[in-house]
């Protein structure tokens, strides 16, 4: 699927749950302080992820964001490492070691 059917889906199952809910779009809308036009688009998957959020926050379904995206705690090797400062950027080396056609950097 491309990410614009998934995104489209996610909003069907999102709408879905609005309608298992017996609530208006309208009523969803007002809550959040956008248009009734906004809402639509978010559930077509043309939103923004924080509409999407605060829809899922007035359905009262806000764990399904824990489910879909879980928590990852860092190894215990990578928290040694840190020894007590957050990591703030990745070094991209995860993402070469992924793409077995990417060419070696030499540094030069």
Do not use: C, H
Not at 76 to 93: V, W
Request: avoid cysteine; charge should be negative.
């Amino acid at each position: 699927m491309s990410d614009e059917a998934i995104a489209a889906e996610l909003g069907g199952r999102i709408e879905q749950l609005r309608l298992e809910a017996d609530i208006t779009q309208e009523s969803i809308a007002g809550e959040l302080g956008v248009t009734t036009k906004t809402y639509r688009a978010a559930i077509k998957g043309r939103g923004k992820f924080a509409t999407l959020i605060g829809i899922l926050r007035v359905l009262g379904q806000l764990e399904l964001v824990d489910r879909f995206i879980p928590e990852t705690p860092f190894s215990p090797m990578a928290l040694l490492e840190l020894q007590g400062r957050q990591r703030q950027r990745a070094s991209g080396a995860g993402a070469r070691k992924q793409d077995p056609n990417a060419e070696e950097d030499l540094g030069w």
